[in-house]
């Protein structure tokens, strides 16, 4: 790795907490929510820190609201596999966990400079599979969290570890391998180079399926998917791509595109994003809710 590459990594790193703020203006439930708790889950690679969130009481929650039994969306924060701060998605758990009624889980797992491919992927499989050992599960993320999140149903198909009842791949990066689109966008070729640098450094595994879960060959067998993406974001490609490769495969999807935004899709368009929001809400819950 450059050194300047890790310096510039390592900046990203530390300073996601004061520099990522996409989030402030759709807080538009569970902000009173209190604090989550925090434990530890063993993975592979390392115990992992998770942030659990509980649904308000009155909030019709499925069952035990604040126990292990309880079903919940495990979320997967984005950040380019270059932020490590689960933080910065606090205003989506809240909101999954008031609107839809049920436990969130927000996964503090590793990322670069500090490790590379595929310790993130592994971590949020274990992590995953921990929690659906206690309840049902579904799995979502944005960003290189949507990707992550992709990542995680192939793995726990592949080793029969535990079955998802949803993925939710908002903006997801899916292709490591390939050049991105040309056209200005927030994710520039410039950050996806550095990513592939520091996270991705052997370029023969950046076509792998848990690294690019849209070159995976068969994706037959995956939970139904939502998949959203945004009409001008460079990573639009990606999740448009696996839209149609999993309904191919015979897989459910929704696919919903947001029009005129770039990667902040549900920042820019705050109106919109109330309605997108609460269609993920309603799918979670009816996820969780009906029978295996």
């Known amino acids: 790795m450059r050194i300047s590459d890790r310096v510039s990594a390592a900046l990203m790193h530390a300073t996601a907490?004061?520099?990522?703020?996409?989030?402030?203006?759709?807080?538009?439930?569970?902000?009173?929510?209190?604090?989550?708790?925090?434990?530890?889950v063993p993975t592979r690679h390392g115990a992992v820190t998770i942030h659990e969130y509980d649904a308000p009481s009155g909030a019709g929650h499925l069952t035990g609201a604040t126990s292990a039994a309880t079903p919940a969306y495990v979320h997967f924060h984005g950040g380019a596999w270059l932020m490590r701060y689960p933080e910065m998605d606090d205003w989506w758990c809240r909101y999954v966990a008031a609107t839809a009624g049920v436990r969130v889980v927000n996964v503090d797992f590793r990322t670069g400079p500090y490790v590379a491919y595929p310790v993130a992927q592994h971590q949020c499989h274990d992590v995953a599979a921990a929690i659906a050992a206690e309840a049902p599960v579904v799995v979502g993320g944005f960003s290189s969290g949507g990707g992550l999140a992709a990542s995680v149903c192939l793995q726990a198909r592949d080793a029969g570890s535990f079955t998802p009842r949803l993925q939710v791949l908002g903006v997801p990066a899916l292709d490591l391998a390939s050049e991105l689109p040309s056209g200005a966008g927030m994710i520039s070729p410039s950050l996806r180079a550095l990513v592939r640098r520091v996270y991705f450094p052997d370029p023969a595994t950046r076509s792998e399926p848990y690294?690019?879960?849209v070159l995976a060959d068969d994706l037959t067998g995956l939970p139904p998917a939502i998949v959203l993406t945004a009409e001008r974001d460079t990573l639009r490609r990606d999740g448009?791509?696996?839209a149609r490769r999993l309904r191919e495969a015979g897989v459910d999807v929704v696919h919903d595109v947001t029009p005129g935004v770039d990667h902040y899709f549900l920042t820019e368009n705050p109106q919109r994003a109330r309605t997108t929001m609460a269609m993920v809400a309603t799918e979670i819950r009816e996820a969780l809710s009906r029978d295996a």
Do not use: C, E, H, Q
């Open 17 to 40: 907490r004061y520099s990522v703020r996409y989030g402030d203006d759709l807080r538009f439930a569970g902000t009173d929510l209190p604090a989550p708790r925090k434990r530890r």
């Open 211 to 213: 690294a690019s879960p």
């Open 240 to 242: 448009d791509t696996y």
